[in-house]
């Protein structure tokens, strides 16, 4: 039995190698036949026993004879390009080849088709773009035996870039910054829109693949944008970074703590330049550290002053810095009104912490470790003393008795005690915030006296 089966198949395999295309198996009395369609006859194996051979046997080897010259039958036709890319307007040709055809047999005629004419259409092989996209043209050959064999050319119709711009004008950025390139491309429907982007000097300003920048350093760079579908096309772009670089031209100051601000700097020290107009309103110092330039600002006055930072080797690199300082910050007449001793005396509560100031002559000092305490008179006679307390860290000078001072604090209450003749006295309190030295006057007799009775007292 292996023996006929062998015959079997080397039969079936000999078919193989001939141009035919098994079409069905069928059962014929005890026999078992397949028929066979061939390209130009029939031909019947009804004279071979297959009576061995399950069905499954005999299917399997049909499907194996039919792929097999279905193969065969399709690679008589061949393409001179099967993928091919045209630009739009343009027009390349594809050559078919019919080969191998069996004696007897001629090829009749070669007909084109392209599955979508509005992208690309074909005539005799000639394919011309007409709009971007991709679509299949199909070129079928048929024999004198009435065979029609088939073959696919992929295509896809490619849009050139005809015009790169940039939206933008020369860009500056300031250091630590980033930024989009806006690449412009006509026509839009171009078919590769990958740009390439490179920076003249990419230590001061980089720029990534996608378009976008960032400023490194205090400088100047050219970015250059360029096509990568061979049109050739390319748009320049320059981008400044400034070496002095802020987010901020006016800085208020509204306490008396002062304000301390940081702006970059990104030029070489011995260039760097900073100039005021600042007549008295503030001590202001500044240090650079790294490409941090700050500024200590301490107020004196009320009023407003400018601060000019510039770069000797760059001279569009400036920055003009407005500084105000508030009533608030200063010790003045605006924020520290004159002292209403009678009033404060009668109304504790109303005047307690409200601001105050008052210039008297000093009438008695007693220091501690952490704080001081005066006796001042606030009038020109000698009377309306005010008990005066301030912190030993805020004393500018050392306060003696007899000397004069103006004083700016807030009310802090009464303080009320007897006298030796039983008499209830009753002073205003006042926590100073600064005591400073005023100019001194000739006391007159009478405020002399009034003087030594409120000590007495």
């Not at 071979?48 to 097999?68: F, G, P």
């Not at 015009?163 to 250091?175: A, E, G, P």
């Amino acid at each position: 039995m292996h023996m006929y089966k062998s015959i079997a198949v080397f039969l079936l395999a000999l078919m193989m190698a001939l141009p035919v295309i098994c079409t069905a198996a069928g059962e014929t009395g005890e026999k078992k036949t397949v028929t066979v369609t061939a390209v130009r006859s029939k031909v019947s194996l009804s004279d071979l026993d297959l009576s061995e051979y399950t069905d499954e046997e005999l299917q399997e080897a049909s499907a194996r004879i039919e792929a097999e010259l279905n193969s065969r039958v399709k690679s008589m036709l061949v393409l001179s390009e099967t993928d091919v890319a045209i630009a739009k307007g343009r027009t390349r040709r594809i050559r078919a080849q019919v080969k191998d055809l069996p004696k007897g047999v001629r090829l009749s005629k070669t007909t084109w088709e392209s599955s979508d004419p509005q992208i690309a259409t074909v005539q005799n092989g000639n394919i011309s773009g007409v709009k971007g996209g991709k679509t299949t043209v199909t070129c079928t050959a048929l024999l004198s035996d009435g065979t029609e064999l088939v073959q696919e050319c992929h295509v896809q119709i490619t849009v050139a870039i005809q015009r790169l711009t940039i939206s933008q004008n020369d860009i500056t950025l300031r250091v630590g910054s980033s930024d989009l390139i806006r690449a412009v491309i006509t026509p839009e429907e171009a078919t590769n829109k990958t740009l390439k982007y490179e920076s003249s000097d990419p230590d001061t300003v980089s720029v990534g693949s996608s378009g976008y920048i960032r400023a490194l350093k205090g400088g100047k760079a050219t970015i250059t944008v360029t096509t990568t579908d061979g049109s050739r096309k390319s748009a320049k772009l320059s981008v400044y970074a400034p070496s002095i670089s802020t987010s901020m031209d006016t800085y208020n100051c509204t306490t008396k703590a002062g304000i301390r601000f940081t702006i970059g700097y990104y030029g070489k020290k011995d260039n760097l330049t900073v100039t005021s107009n600042n007549d008295g309103y503030a001590n202001v110092t500044h240090t650079l550290t790294g490409s941090n330039l700050t500024f200590q600002v301490m107020p004196l006055q009320a009023g407003q002053f400018s601060i000019a930072i510039g770069d000797k080797a760059d001279a569009k690199s400036k920055a003009d810095i407005q500084v105000i300082i508030a009533d608030s910050a200063v010790f003045n007449l605006n924020s520290y009104p004159e002292i209403d001793y009678a009033a404060a005396n009668a109304d504790e509560a109303s005047y307690m912490d409200k601001k105050c100031y008052f210039t008297g002559k000093v009438l008695e000092v007693m220091e501690s470790t952490n704080s001081n305490t005066y006796r001042i008179t606030s009038s020109e006679n000698g009377e309306d003393v005010v008990y005066v307390t301030i912190n030993a860290s805020d004393l500018l000078d050392p306060i003696l008795e007899n000397d004069v001072v103006t004083v700016y604090g807030s009310y802090n209450g009464n303080l009320s005690y007897y006298n030796v003749s039983g008499q209830e006295i009753s002073l205003v309190k006042v926590t100073a915030e600064r005591i400073t030295a005023a100019e001194a006057e000739t006391a007159t007799e009478e405020g002399e006296a009034g003087a030594e009775e409120a000590q007495a007292e």
